[in-house]
């Protein structure tokens, strides 16, 4: 019998981006789940939703209540232009929420947590690729920095109560995440996101923020998902997992595939005036190999191609 089957599992945030992946991938393992959402989107009559706000300690509690296992996916993020400038939003639309959460989780008795946690812990600084030991070294890049901190809060406090209160505690920290069901609305949008929906709506001259030196090590929705699922499974020893990809690329070649999947060739600028970001982000996997025994399997071109196939189609 697999891991999951019969486990009752709540997923926070269960209706977005990843959560959704994570909960129908739950569903075919054979768990009792329940999603929570801030508002009351369309789900499958296999699923609970819990409609509320996780900010309400009351409504966290009723959410954990029963459950034997909580992945806390809820997250409050967007792109760059986003983040450089919303840096207390972010840490409190972030923490605030996740404490409800891991008090609900310890008051209901919930064997297992899972914090999703973030590369964007990482400093501005290598050494390169990113060790999880280096995820408290100096301070997190500061256009991500509001994000960054509530990430590593999260990470801390949730360590302190595995250690003060005995709550089986894992944490994965992934590095970008794209594909079908991403947010493609401007202001909030990440890079690939931002590329996919500019490159099919024909754009030209096509303008890129930074230099195109930059380099990002992307992870595929349905590969983080089953991340996830086996870092809480295989790792809930409050140490986090790096979930990535070896496949560094920078963003002047990420630029050119994604125009090659949705075979638009305009006159690319890059902009170096505006901001680009941390200069380097690289995934150190050898934990990852090591405890979950398992690599991301979707190439950065396929799932450019099925990035774009959704978009078009959507």
């Not at 990843?18 to 999603?35: I, K, M, N, Q, Y």
Request: aromatic fraction near 8%; proline fraction near 6%.
């Amino acid at each position: 019998m697999g891991f999951w089957r019969g486990r009752r599992v709540l997923v926070t945030g269960g209706t977005g981006f990843v959560g959704s992946r994570v909960t129908a991938l739950l569903l075919e393992e054979g768990a009792t789940v329940a999603v929570t959402s801030r508002s009351a989107p369309g789900k499958g009559p296999d699923v609970e939703l819990c409609v509320g706000d996780l900010e309400d300690p009351g409504f966290a509690a009723r959410a954990c209540r029963g459950r034997e296992i909580v992945l806390h996916l809820a997250a409050h993020v967007g792109g760059v232009a986003y983040n450089r400038v919303r840096h207390a939003t972010l840490f409190l639309r972030n923490m605030r929420p996740f404490e409800s959460v891991l008090e609900a989780a310890h008051g209901a008795g919930v064997e297992r947590l899972l914090v999703t946690s973030s590369a964007c812990v990482y400093p501005r600084e290598g050494p390169f690729p990113l060790v999880e030991r280096d995820g408290t070294a100096g301070e997190p890049e500061a256009t991500n920095a509001g994000y960054g901190w509530a990430k590593r809060m999260q990470e801390y406090l949730g360590t302190a109560f595995a250690r003060e209160h005995g709550l089986s505690v894992a944490i994965a920290r992934p590095f970008n995440a794209y594909g079908p069901g991403d947010d493609f609305r401007p202001e909030r949008s990440h890079v690939i996101a931002a590329l996919v929906r500019r490159a099919c709506e024909g754009e030209d001259p096509f303008v890129v923020w930074g230099s195109g030196e930059q380099t990002r090590s992307f992870l595929y929705v349905d590969d983080f998902a089953r991340g996830l699922l086996l870092v809480a499974e295989k790792h809930p020893v409050a140490e986090p997992v790096n979930l990535g990809s070896r496949e560094e690329v920078s963003i002047r070649t990420l630029v050119e595939m994604v125009l090659r999947a949705a075979g638009h060739a305009p006159r690319v600028v890059f902009d170096p005036t505006r901001p680009e970001g941390q200069p380097r982000r690289s995934c150190d996997v050898t934990r990852m190999i090591e405890v979950l025994g398992w690599e991301p399997t979707t190439p950065l071109a396929e799932g450019l191609r099925r990035t774009v196939e959704w978009y078009r189609a959507s």
